[in-house]
């Protein structure tokens, strides 16, 4: 049996995971660039603290890049990396995918 820390799923997995980083993935593909501000508004539910560390992490994952500009008022931009984009696919084949389940289940409920 292969081993699970070497399973390229699970790699996948610990990528794209989480309550946070396909939603943050998914915002910054519909939008290109976003703010800190930005992701929180639109994504319901995290912290300033969990942001930041799941930005980071995904900084450091080569998902996003952060981008500071030097100016009088800090501004810091993010966006997807071209590995970040291929990821995208990905979640929209589970979006629609969680479409098809949502409809199934509701119509599923109404002939019971």
């Not at 070497?6 to 995971?17: N, T, V």
């Not at 996003?64 to 084949?93: A, F, H, M, S, W």
Request: net charge positive.
């Amino acid at each position: 049996m292969e081993n699970v820390e070497k399973c390229p799923l699970e790699y996948a997995f610990s990528q794209i995971g989480g309550k946070h980083k396909g939603r943050i993935i998914w915002r910054l593909h519909l939008h290109s660039v976003l703010r800190f501000g930005e992701i929180r508004k639109q994504i319901s539910g995290i912290s300033i603290k969990m942001l930041t560390q799941v930005l980071k992490e995904m900084e450091k994952d080569n998902i996003i890049i952060r981008k500071q500009y030097d100016t009088k008022i800090p501004k810091v931009e993010y966006y997807l990396t071209d590995n970040g984009k291929i990821l995208v696919d990905i979640l929209e084949r589970l979006f629609e995918w969680g479409k098809l389940q949502e409809n199934f289940i509701m119509e599923d409920s109404r002939l019971q």
